[in-house]
């Protein structure tokens, strides 16, 4: 047909929009998850003051210290996503979605560009745009670093094969500068130079000894070590990217030890892990978002991943010179997955589905390209490649979508993840948060003491139980377990606090002080802790470092209301009625109905003596709350002030 063969790249590219969004739409109304999005957005005070100039320098500075890595134009992202979407968790989700879709058609322009045929490039990024294997990467949030690094990914492959087929300073510049953007989005992208020589042997075929009439190069080949120079510029620019990422995670805590994995254990799941993605690409079941680390393997999974990867890639290397599709697909895939495959250990997870976003392209590669070769001199081939595609295109549709819908909260999420999985702690803390925050408490202390029979030195768990315990009044317990996890981890500085607050509670203001400063000193940005040492500080009638910490709150957290009102309480207390006027109403401003604020700056203007605005706003406090004896006593001393009768308002 004339009109589809004319128009058949905007006909793939429109179909990939489609089943994409058929997919992933339903993600706008998810909501965030309690594995990291509160750290990138849902809890995170810098994001949430959106786009400024300081914001701006903080991606590209301080961010690190969350994130474990080097990744501003990812923090960048979302304080553009705040500006739009507020803390709504929906448009956050339909941003990846959107970068997700980009990526498809992206990958689908490229393969066109660089191999010359529609149709298999057309699949190729159908697999990817629609594998269940991509959902961890486009409906959690924080996986943003994924869609939009290989967004910049896709656009610097693209870039490389307009140089190689005519090469141009210009060119390579573009194609550097968008290679760095990537690495400021994830360093994920660091095995990319190394792709570039995949891509150079075939499909552009930019090797002296790899001349084919498949060519998709029209340039003169050139000698291997002239292209290996040619990406020395790329090599250069990851070693401080490196750098930094290895300073990153191991200031965080992500980085394991050799004495918790020592390399033979990392060696030898990194092979199982290679055969195991493998396999959940071909039978994609069970997926989770946490794989937990079993330990070393058995002896016969390390012996058949050892046969396995080595015997195709002994296949790849021998057929390079007919099949290069089946030498640069596996390679792709090989090396792609080097930086996550778990040599350099990242916490106490083996393998996550979100390290396979690029590298399956290559399997996808090996996968329609085989196909199309194995299909090629059948009768009827069109018909039948077609009929297939369409089948297995609406299979994974529908796993896919299933998939997705787990993704809806982190109730769903991780009560799927415990089903899918054994012995996994974590899922069943991040099950136990996620309860006690829809007031479950007794399922979440079931879940919390289910991960520590797991791991008994898990101390996430004991703070998590014993914040269970507090809120159910059984404070000793409570403590028993806060100080239990300071013992294994002295430095832990949510503990410190949440025992601060429990002892606070319980009337140990002293004790409660000495925690909320060594929380501090540990986390010198710990807003709650500044917040709540403020009002200890101020019970005791330390007023001027009480005035302190509630700035750094407020520095923190500039949207408090309460930081606002209890601030006002102490500049008024120390004769600053003018400021404190000024903060009443900020709390005002971001609380209208803050009955309490209302009295406060009513108070406050009697003491300027100006009586008839205490009456006033006295009045707009009873109008939002009848009830409040508070306001309504003080406002009959104000209505006697106005008589002449002496009386002070409380």
Known sequence: MPFLHKHRTALVCLVLVLVTLAVYWQVRDFSFVNYDDQIFVKDNNHVQRGVT?????????????????????????????????????????LTNVLFHVANAMLLFLFLKQSTGDHWRSGFVAALFALHPLQVESVAWVTERKDVLSTFFGMLVLMGYTAYAKNPARKKYIMVFLLFFCGLMAKPMLVTLPFVFLLLDYWPLSRFNFAARADSGCSGKRTPALSLIVEKIPFILILLPISVVTFIGQKQIGALETLDS?????????????????????????????????????PGWQITGAVVLTGAISFLCIWLAKRKPWLAVGWFWYIGTLVPVIGVVQIGSVIMADRYTYIPLIGLFIIIVWGVAELMAHRPYKTIWLAA?????????????????QHWKNS??????????????????????????DKGRTDDAIGHYRQALRLKPDYVEALNNLANALADQGRTD???????????LRPDYARAHYNLGY???????????????????????????AHYNLALKLADKGQTDEAIGHFR????????????????????????????????????LRLKPDYVEALN???????????????????????????????????LKKALMLTQGEAASPA
Not at 477 to 487: H, K, M, S
């Open 552 to 587: 750094q709150a407020l520095r923190l957290k500039p949207d408090s209301e309460e930081a606002h009102n209890n601030l006002a309480n102490a500049l008024a207390r120390r004769g600053q009625a003018d400021d404190a006027i000024g903060h009443y109403r900020q709390a």
């Open 261 to 297: 994995y020592p390399i033979r254990v990392r060696l030898a799941n990194a092979l199982v892990s290679y055969v195991r993605y493998i396999g959940k690409m071909l039978w994609p079941v069970d997926l989770a978002v946490i794989y937990p680390h079993p330990g070393m393997p």
């Open 477 to 487: 317990e409570a403590i028993g377990n806060f100080r239990q996890a300071l013992r």
């Open 411 to 436: 109730i769903t999420l991780f009560e799927h993840t415990i089903g899918a999985t054994a012995n996994n702690f974590i899922a069943h803390i991040n099950l136990g948060l996620a309860l006690a």
């Open 502 to 528: 429990t002892l606070a509670r319980r009337g140990q203001a002293d004790d409660a002080i000495g925690h909320y400063r060594e929380a501090l000193r540990l986390k010198p940005d710990y807003v709650e």
């Open 600 to 634: 406060n700056l009513a108070i406050t203007f009697i003491k300027k003596g100006n009586v008839d605005m205490a009456v006033k706003h006295f009045k707009i406090a009873l109008q939002i709350n009848p009830n409040y004896s508070v306001a309504r006593n003080n």
């Open 53 to 93: 100039w300081e914001n701006i320098l903080w991606a590209f500075s301080g961010a690190t210290e969350y994130s474990g890595y080097w990744a501003p134009l990812t923090w960048l992202s979302f304080l553009i996503d705040y500006e739009i979407s507020g803390i709504a968790a929906g448009g956050y989700h």
């Open 388 to 404: 297939s595609a369409t089948i297995i295109l609406s299979i994974l549709m529908a796993v896919t979508s299933k998939q997705v």
